[in-house]
């Protein structure tokens, strides 16, 4: 067998990466694993000097130009080779993206549903004093933040099938617990415990997502994954209120212990069906009853047609390695004080709560304080799958980051002056909801860069996190104490701090992007074949 020749961009996946044993012993001279670490390091005065033309272009040479009708590419992006391929898509969202969706927005319910229990009885129940409400948030967070990597390396080792709905299950469980305690003690170790288990949702998600999807679906489909963060933020005050309207005293529980009973029942149901729906990685879910031997063969030639390794091999030494890899630092750079400016709108409801009208009564009733900011939620829903969308589609990842920074400057910039009119006011809590695609777009390009390494992408997923809940524990205390709310001294200055250090970050991560993923069919077809080298040489080699 003779090698194939390498044809333009719209050749099949196997004129691409058709090669045979022959071939692997003659070439192995000709391209050294540096050559495909650095695919691009020749070109490093070229990607300085066209920095503004990459940031507004997408490279078109890796896929075909799209000349399908627009409502076709809002659909399927252009690199899809068969209407298997897409039949198969679509399979993979309506199980995958369901299951994760719905999971994700009772996870946010389960991490917050004490906020409504507090002022739901809860306070007087169990004698709450002093910072005890505070308190029930920190231990989450620190159970949160201590079980991340760990979780991580564990997803490594044992099927994403059991372990994420097994997680599911178990802080269900915990959260059914939490309506029998009668001393707080108690009730803080349970939402210890809640936090450690529910710190394999979203990671271990978008871990998963990285295993099956492409460079042109991955940030739609995680941006669509984190709004349904925001879709549960919105309907948790109305279902929380129906609950306890309707359920309170029944059986001799107070309505506040029903909450946690019924958030339990859901929790439980959605990790039942998680057992039965969710994949592993495309070599590894074999008894899957929801997809074909031919659907795994599609997912498996799709991740080689990308030059992404999906195995699920971890070594401890991968950890400390990780953390040595500069690229790393990087990405941390660009995602974590993108996190941290999130905190900006956190308080959008103090500031409701602050206005009075002329004569000194409240401008807004509480359950119009409880309502506004669902509002902006709904933008974050919205926009935040809207730009990871376009990135997908255009190419334009970098372009959307930027602006989704700026954006951030401009809000923080005007609540910082904190202007007289409230309309502007308004105008700056409002644009700052509608910065979260940057984490999608940021979990992308990680899975781009680290398209061949699938132990640091599991670890730089889950540290980044970490980074992000382990500041966030301690850094509303100082920064955003609640008594200078509303007006903060130094808090709206220090998150636009935050913004620019992320543009910072955003501007390196550039520099990484074009020198370690391929950005030219060749580029990538060299990727491919390497790729299929190394497995040629180890079925000989067995």
Wanted: charged share 15%; glycine share 6%; aromatic share 14%.
């Amino acid at each position: 067998m003779t090698k194939t020749h390498t044809k333009g961009a719209n050749d099949s996946f196997n004129d691409v990466i058709n090669v045979s044993s022959c071939d692997v012993e003659n070439e192995n001279n000709q391209m050294n694993e540096n050559e495909i670490e650095f695919p691009l390091k020749y070109q490093k005065s070229w990607y300085i000097s066209n920095f503004s033309r990459i940031m507004i272009y997408k490279n078109r040479s890796i896929y075909s130009k799209d000349r399908r009708p627009w409502y076709k590419r809002l659909i399927h992006a252009n690199d899809t080779e068969s209407d298997q391929e897409r039949k198969f898509i679509a399979k993979l969202d309506l199980i995958l993206i369901t299951w994760g969706c719905i999971s994700y927005c009772i996870k946010s319910i389960d991490q917050s549903n004490y906020q409504n229990a507090y002022v739901s009885g809860m306070k007087e129940d169990l004698n709450m004093q002093g910072k005890d409400y505070n308190w029930l948030g920190t231990y989450y967070t620190i159970g949160y933040a201590i079980m991340l990597i760990p979780s991580q390396i564990i997803l490594s080792k044992i099927k994403a099938t059991y372990w994420l709905p097994g997680c599911e299950l178990v802080w269900g469980v915990l959260t059914g617990l939490c309506a029998i305690p009668k001393s707080i003690n108690i009730m803080f170790a349970l939402r210890f415990l809640i936090g450690v288990t529910e710190a394999s949702s979203w990671p271990g998600m978008i871990t998963v997502f990285m295993n099956w999807y492409t460079p042109t679906e991955f940030a739609t489909r995680a941006a669509v994954f984190g709004a349904a963060g925001c879709v549960g933020s919105m309907f948790i005050g109305f279902m929380q209120a129906s609950i306890y309207t309707t359920m309170n005293g029944i059986g001799g529980l107070p309505g506040w212990r029903w909450l946690f009973v019924i958030n339990a029942i859901m929790t439980v149901v959605t990790a039942i069906t998680g057992f039965l729906l969710i994949p592993d990685t495309p070599e590894n879910s074999k008894k899957n009853k929801w997809f074909k031997p031919e659907d795994l063969e599609i997912a498996k030639k799709r991740m080689i047609r990308n030059g992404r390794v999906t195995s699920k091999e971890m070594k401890l030494k991968s950890i400390y390695k990780t953390y040595l890899d500069w690229k790393f630092w990087v990405f941390a750079l660009a995602y974590v004080p993108w996190a941290w400016t999130l905190l900006s709108f956190a308080y959008f409801n103090l500031w409701l709560e602050s206005l009075t009208n002329d004569d000194g009564t409240p401008m807004y009733t509480t359950s119009e304080i409880n309502m506004i900011p669902v509002g902006g939620y709904g933008i974050s829903a919205v926009t935040m799958i809207f730009y990871s969308r376009f990135a997908d589609l255009s190419g334009r990842k970098f372009g959307v980051l930027i602006i989704q920074e700026l954006t951030s400057v401009v809000g923080c910039s005007i609540l910082s002056f904190w202007p007289k009119s409230i309309g502007l006011k308004y105008f700056g809590f409002f644009i700052l909801f509608s910065v979260q695609a940057t984490g999608p777009i940021i979990m992308l390009l990680l899975a781009e860069v680290y398209a061949r390494d699938t132990q640091k992408r599991a670890i730089i997923t889950g540290s980044i996190v970490v980074l992000t809940y382990a500041n966030n524990a301690w850094m509303p205390l100082f920064i955003w104490p609640a008594d200078e709310a509303p007006i903060y001294h130094y808090g709206y200055k220090v998150a636009i701090g935050f913004a620019c250090s992320s543009l910072v970050g955003i501007w390196s991560l550039f520099l990484v992007y074009v020198q370690y993923v391929p950005q030219s069919k060749e580029d990538l077809n060299r990727v491919v074949k390497h790729q299929n080298r190394i497995e040629n040489q180890n079925r000989l080699g067995n």
